[in-house]
């Protein structure tokens, strides 16, 4: 959000002095992960449930976050006046309410309980102060059409955490997804993607932010926290601030997978149909978090919006 307080900014003080990593490939800024064998067997091998691409380390488990806030009523209130305002005039949220009133304001309640959770010290499962990194197996997917990139990621982030779509084949699962959503050869409304994917869990549910409100530090702390509660979170990005799309420029969702605050980089499940942008990137978190800030009616779809 918008506004810092002092605890938020002691959490990253503490973040940024860790010096755990993970296992991303670090030795330039961006690096496409390429086992031609995982990746074609994925391509080929559609009627395998998802296909997991490789399971390398142990997701980390989430566990308590402390920070002692003051006059906590008052912050409470604080936020929601902060967070109302922020979508009043959004306009994914305005057709969210006019679609389902209910899911709308529900995911308005979540973004201030996690807000004053953080800001307050109140339990919760946010990811430990001592921790820098955070990632999920998700599956690599290419998308069915060339319009399918929100089904797609949402199919991936589903994976990732264990969920079952319907479908013998992936192809398949993207159909039962992109009907749900209402997708069409313009594309999917983000509300829609955050929707569909919470209709299978029970807990840790998704919300969107508009990119350009946030400030780096609270984008990596959301996609770091919503990582650590096995919830990837989605890029409603602008393709041109990708470092290897090389300048080409569209609207385009994508599964983010990993991060890590002491390499800068961030781990990205791209399910492009296009064979030159599809693939499993690591790439300089700066560059993700321009591909929503930068540019206008972009979003961060996210467990955590922080």
């Not at 002092?6 to 010096?19: G, V, Y």
């Not at 390429?34 to 296909?51: F, H, M, P, Q, R």
């Not at 969920?163 to 039962?176: L, P």
């Amino acid at each position: 959000m918008r506004k810092s307080y002092q605890s938020i900014i002691s959490l990253c003080l503490i973040l940024l002095m860790a010096s755990t990593s993970m296992a991303f490939a670090q030795t330039e800024n961006v690096s496409k992960i390429t086992n031609n064998d995982v990746l074609n067997s994925i391509k080929d091998a559609g009627d395998i449930e998802y296909n997991i691409t490789e399971v390398t380390d142990e997701a980390i488990a989430p566990v308590d976050s402390e920070i002692v806030g003051t006059d906590e009523d008052a912050i409470r209130t604080s936020i929601e006046e902060e967070v109302r305002a922020l979508y009043a005039n959004d306009p994914e949220f305005i057709m969210h309410m006019d679609y389902d009133p209910e899911s709308a304001e529900a995911m308005i309640q979540r973004i201030i309980d996690n807000l004053y959770e953080f800001r307050c010290g109140v339990d919760t499962d946010s990811i430990s102060p001592d921790e820098t990194y955070a990632w999920v197996v998700a599956p690599l997917i290419q998308q069915k059409e060339y319009y399918y990139c929100g089904p797609c990621s949402a199919l991936e982030a589903i994976a990732a955490w264990g969920g079952y779509v319907s479908g013998s084949t992936n192809d398949a699962k993207q159909v039962v997804l992109a009907e749900s959503m209402e997708t069409d050869p313009y594309g999917t409304d983000v509300y829609r993607v955050a929707g569909e994917m919470n209709k299978y869990l029970s807990s840790y549910y998704y919300a969107y932010v508009v990119g350009s409100s946030m400030s780096d530090f609270s984008f990596k702390l959301s996609v770091l926290n919503s990582l650590a509660v096995d919830r990837a979170p989605i890029l409603h990005a602008r393709t041109i601030a990708l470092p290897y799309y090389f300048g080409h420029d569209s609207g385009h969702y994508i599964c983010v997978s990993g991060i890590d605050l002491d390499t800068g980089l961030i781990r990205l499940v791209d399910c492009n149909d296009d064979d030159d942008y599809f693939g499993i990137w690591s790439i300089d978190r700066l560059y993700a978090f321009n591909a929503i800030h930068n540019y206008s009616e972009r979003y961060l779809i996210s467990a955590y919006i922080l």
